[in-house]
């Protein structure tokens, strides 16, 4: 493989990686109820020499490993919480907690991160500048990302740059997918209630019907990708549920439509907003109901700095010249590390985590989910080797 001293002392520390991993995986936690999961990562910080700050973000917790040198301050990213899934894998390390699964793979991801707090840890005499290493809760859709910010984690000091993973186990290890520019999709939210009047479904006309509205209202905004955005985009406009009425034979008052926006691009994302909003309110019009529309925005598109990006895809070309590497990888997902992104520059890559040959296929979010844990010092390298590459790390980490 490779003689990089880095992967080979990531590959040293496997078991360590793998205990934190099983031991996560097996008392998994929702989104801001990552309690136990912060004060096992907060207690092996301490040990391991890291200044430790808690409650970041309501249960997140910040790690800072400050160098013996002048240099960048680095902020590296780790999400920590699970889902409201139930575990259907009967490993000897499945879920504990009836309901709740780590079936995103942020098990791994604190292994990672805390493996590379050890390393580091080991180096700190050769470290440069300052390493922040955030364990942030609740990156699930519920806003941890934001909460961290909030709390300080991009202050005193402020990072030079930021860096993010994630396991993907939609490609099997050996693979790497990296964009030098927008990789991940925008997602937002959207409401729409059509409010009418309700009646006998015998006597339609004494009524004003916002099922029948909020079916035209459906049909019309399927025009939006097709009609109001260039072919050459991307973009997806999903209605996620209907809600309205009780019976077969009574027109109800209103009708709720849900469903969610995806593009790579703020322009973009802004059109269809504008769009949606005009199409549902002037097909109500038309039809006499009224419309009321609201938006929340869930994460920003994920937009790497293509310059870290570049440098990125050229240390992991070398680290791993055997891998296969996505250097154009997009994907509609979302992420809430392009929050760090919006404010820091820096990038955010996936490491395929799949293998068929030990069954180990299932996507992210199945309750079947699991991966091959040799991604982890394959992660826990290319995240080193990218901090020496900024100049925090001054190991020689390759034999000539
Ligand atoms: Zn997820
Ligand atoms: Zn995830």
Request: aromatic share 8%; hydrophobic share 40%; with cysteine.
């Amino acid at each position: 493989m490779t003689e990089n001293k880095l992967f080979q002392l990531a590959n040293e520390n496997f078991n360590y990686s793998v205990s934190f991993r099983r031991d996560f995986h097996q008392h998994p936690e929702l989104g801001f109820q990552e309690i136990r999961t912060s004060e096992i990562i907060a207690k092996e910080l301490i040990n391991l020499n890291f200044e430790v700050k808690k409650n970041i973000g309501k249960t997140g917790v910040l790690g800072v490993l400050k160098g013996t040198s002048d240099g960048p301050t680095l902020l590296l990213r780790f999400d920590m919480d699970a889902l409201p899934i139930h575990e259907e894998n009967t490993s000897n390390f499945a879920s504990k907690n009836e309901g709740i699964m780590h079936a995103c793979g942020h098990d791994g991801h604190m292994a990672i991160g805390l493996t590379i707090a050890k390393i580091l840890s080991t180096f700190q005499d050769q470290l440069n500048g300052t390493i922040k290493i955030i364990f942030q809760p609740a990156e699930e859709g519920l806003g941890g990302a934001l909460a961290t910010i909030e709390d300080g984690v991009l202050e005193n000091p402020r990072p030079d740059y930021c860096l993010g993973l994630h396991i993907w186990n939609e490609k099997p290890l050996g693979w790497i997918g990296v964009n030098s520019g927008s990789m991940m999709a925008s997602a937002d939210t959207f409401e729409i209630i059509v409010n009418g009047k309700g009646g006998h479904g015998g006597l339609p006309h004494q009524a004003t019907d916002p099922i029948v509205c909020a079916a035209q209202i459906i049909s019309t905004i399927q025009t939006i990708v097709s009609r109001n955005i260039s072919p050459l985009d991307n973009a997806v406009v999903s209605f996620g549920s209907i809600k309205g009425g009780s019976t077969f034979n009574v027109i109800p008052d209103s009708v709720y439509l849900t469903g969610t926006i995806r593009t790579f691009d703020p322009q973009i994302r802004f059109e269809i907003i504008k769009h949606l909003e005009k199409i549902s309110k002037s097909v109500g019009d038309g039809m006499g109901c009224k419309i009321e529309f609201s938006l929340d925005e869930v994460t920003p598109a994920v937009i790497n700095n293509s310059k870290i990006a570049t440098d990125l895809q050229h240390v992991i070309q070398k680290l791993f010249p055997s891998f296969s590497v996505d250097l154009n990888f997009k994907t509609m997902g979302s992420e809430d590390f392009s929050y760090f992104l919006n404010k820091v520059p820096g990038c955010f890559y996936f490491v395929g985590s799949a293998n068929p040959d030990k069954n180990l296929i299932y996507g992210h979010h199945h309750p079947r989910f699991d991966f091959d844990e040799g991604v982890l010092p394959i992660a826990v390298a290319s995240l080193l080797c990218v901090i020496e590459e900024f100049g925090c790390l001054a190991i020689q980490s390759v034999d000539s």
